[in-house]
């Protein structure tokens, strides 16, 4: 429950410091005065979007915090614990809104992102505005509700994980039969394209080893006749080469070097370029000894590299690409293969989620049907005290033909005003005045079935009065006693009932407005009820009826 809220700067409440216990809080003031900014400030400290036009004029900053016991609420120290936040039995929230844009949400201290902040309020504050009204005609929102009634959506979550499972496999299944469709009408193209790729049987590095080979064949007349000029000029005939003229030079030099050591460099480089050209002789003969002049072997490596040439053509690689072009095709006539196989253990696996499905919404219709007779029955009975003696709630249940996103039915809540009256729709059938008080039981009985330990109602007692307004406050305190309830009420019966009373006063001069709230005493709220039941002038049968409806 919220144990402290803390205000500053936000619109006109300049400083607010509220400490609050369990059981039914009323929250009054004259209108205008800044009662829902007590609940805007409460929703800023849960994750709302924030409004800059919140900061109060004049100031840089708002901050609100809000501090909340979370001794019995497992699940909010669960999802701290899964956030890496420190907690304890207690948890503060702590939001700041700067005039320039910027806003800041923090967790027991350490900054968090406000779509953390917001899963976290969900297990804190459960808040039923003015427009709970209109959100109850919405068929969706009254499914909702009905399954939180229920089993709090245990059922309702359990189909919708079956049935998401069930359409994402056919969604698969769908996928692969369209893939495996349109990989039919290729597959005999594809199975010809293999065919001629495995039958030429290029290898890897084969085309490149084949390119120098027809470079060297196809050269051969001249790399002969150029090697043979070579060795014939190193050789030389009997007159000598030039590797015996340069052996002999080499030899005269040495001999004079020991009386010119200027030529000793000389004598090494003329001895180091004798050697050099022996040994170029010698690989010169090697090469010349192992080539082949071999017509044949040219005229096989040609015709194969035109049937490459002629292949990558076809397939609109390049030649150096077909090896992992043919290996690509090889993959693909494969997996057309595999996916046809896949297909029956698809639809196994889709038939299979089909059942499972079918069971969780069998399951989930069991669990609306009881829940919807019941909710109906208490929605119903509380109907006289709020002024609709005859009226009727009947929360209907209609199958489907087939099965939805929301189970295996749809719903409509059937109202009937008055017997004999035609019944229908609630969203056609009912008045403001009906549906507002409609909403209100709906919401109050509701309510009793959740796990948040804290819920605020803002003015869901509006168009309402006399015994009906006080059969709201037994209403509201009644469920006070498994949680905290904020009220926001003009009601003075509904204030009389509650455990402590909030009143917000708006204070005004020529240069600044202050909106002031504050908890009030006994005495003090005797003066604020009589205040709502006579206006402004209060006198002592105002007072004495207000402490009349002070509950003890």
Known sequence: MLLQLNVQNLATLASVDLELTGGCIAVTGDTGAGKSLILDALELALGARADTGLVRAGTDRAQIIAEFDISRLPSAKAWLTNNELDQDHELVLRRTLTSEGRSKAYVNGTPVST??????????????????????????????????????????????????????????????????????????????????????????????????????????????????????????????????????????????????????????????????????????????????????????????????????RKHKVEPDELVSHHQSLVARLTGIAEANDRIPMLEQEAKEREEVANERAIELTRVRTIAAQQLSDEVTANFPGLGMEHAKLEIQLTPNDSLTATGAESLQFFFQPNPGQQGGALSKIASGGELSRVSLAIQVITATRLATPMLVFDEVDVGIGGKTAAKVGELLNELADNAQVLVVTHQPQVAGQADQHLHVQKQSDADITISEARLLTRAERIDEIARMLGGHTITESTRQAAAELLRD
């Open 115 to 312: 779509s953390q902040l917001k899963e976290l309020s969900e297990q804190l504050v459960l808040m039923h505005t003015q427009h709970a009204n209109q959100k109850l005609l919405q068929t969706k929102h009254q499914l909702a509700l009905l399954d939180e009634f229920a089993d709090q959506g245990l059922a309702r979550d359990a189909f919708q994980t079956a049935y998401r499972d069930w359409v994402e496999t056919l969604s698969a299944l769908d996928l692969l039969k369209t893939d495996a469709s349109k990989a039919d009408a290729e597959r005999e193209l594809l199975g010809f394209q293999v065919d001629e790729l495995n039958t030429f049987d290029l290898q890897e590095g084969e085309f490149e080893q084949l390119d120098q080979e027809q470079r060297q064949l196809a050269s051969g007349d001249s790399f002969l006749r150029i090697t043979e000029q070579t060795l014939g000029i190193l050789a030389g005939d009997e007159t000598g080469g030039l590797i015996s003229h340069s052996e002999r030079v080499a030899a005269d030099i040495g001999q004079i070097t020991n009386g010119h050591t200027g030529l000793q460099n000389a004598a090494d480089l003329l001895n180091q370029a004798s050697i050099a050209l022996t040994e170029a002789r010698h690989e010169i003969q090697h090469a010349h000894d192992q080539f082949d002049l071999d017509p044949e072997r040219l005229q096989f490596v040609e015709d194969r590299l035109a049937q490459v040439f002629q292949l990558a």
